[in-house]
């Protein structure tokens, strides 16, 4: 157990669907990263939260909105699914912002778009 | 733009056999450089990392990268497998100051038996 704890799990949902996504991070921790994995794009960064504040935005499509709330834990919103959304969406955590921290991952969650 | 090549997709050694997997990055300065294994179903473990100093690191489940500025490599060994670390190795580099990692595309790591 990293410490870092995503849910659900696996989700399985239909084009134009909206879902979300949740991530708790490690105690302590105040940044958030949110991954998503793919077989054609790998590991690709979308987006990072430091304590409640937008710090970074990678490869983010418009559909996906993220938020860290003030319990620190975050939320990544997918909206107007499509099939190629189908993926695996990781999220970290750091002790502060920036690589020099390390980051931990959780178990990621499976979303499928059907 | 940082970027990261994994030349080797896939791999197959023999059990109790030597490992060395490949990892060049493009960056303007030495960045952080990191390497993970994400076991089937599993999320990213991090296996070492290099900020800076002793250029050979070492790291858990007995594995080490030695860091070669001159070939912009970061190489990652183990001097005997196991049957458990067959999973996949990503390679990673983040900029100094900088928020994101940026990912190689992987090497998958079969062992036979």
């Known amino acids: 157990d990293s410490g870092v704890t995503q849910t659900p799990k696996h989700l399985i949902t239909a084009t134009g669907q909206r879902v979300t996504l949740r991530c708790s991070p490690r105690?302590?921790?105040?940044?958030v990263y949110w991954y998503q994995q793919s077989l054609d794009q790998g590991l690709q960064f979308l987006i990072q939260y430091y304590n409640g504040e937008e710090r970074a935005k990678g490869n983010i499509l418009e559909r996906f909105s993220a938020q860290q709330f003030p319990d620190l834990h975050s939320e990544l919103n997918l909206s107007s699914l499509e099939l190629g959304d189908s993926a695996l969406y990781f999220c970290?955590?750091?002790?502060?912002?920036?690589?020099?921290?390390?980051?931990?991952f959780g178990s990621g969650t499976r979303l499928t778009v059907v | 733009a940082q970027s990261v090549t994994q030349p080797d997709i896939h791999i197959t050694v023999s059990e109790g056999a030597s490992l060395e997997l490949r990892c060049n990055y493009s960056?303007?300065?030495?960045?952080?450089l990191f390497w993970y294994v994400q076991s089937p179903g599993q999320g990213l473990q991090l296996l070492l990392k290099y900020f800076s100093g002793d250029t050979l690191v070492q790291g858990i489940k007995g594995f080490e990268a030695e860091f070669k500025r001159s070939q912009s490599s970061f190489n990652l060994r183990k001097p005997s497998v196991h049957w458990s670390d067959a999973a996949e190795y990503f390679c990673a580099v983040m900029g100094q100051g900088a928020q994101k990692l940026v990912f190689g595309q992987g090497t998958r790591l079969t062992i036979n038996p």
């Open positions: 970290a955590s750091s002790l502060r912002t920036g690589g020099s921290y390390g980051y931990t």
């Open positions: 105690s302590g921790d105040l940044s």
């Open positions: 960056y303007g300065a030495t960045p952080y």
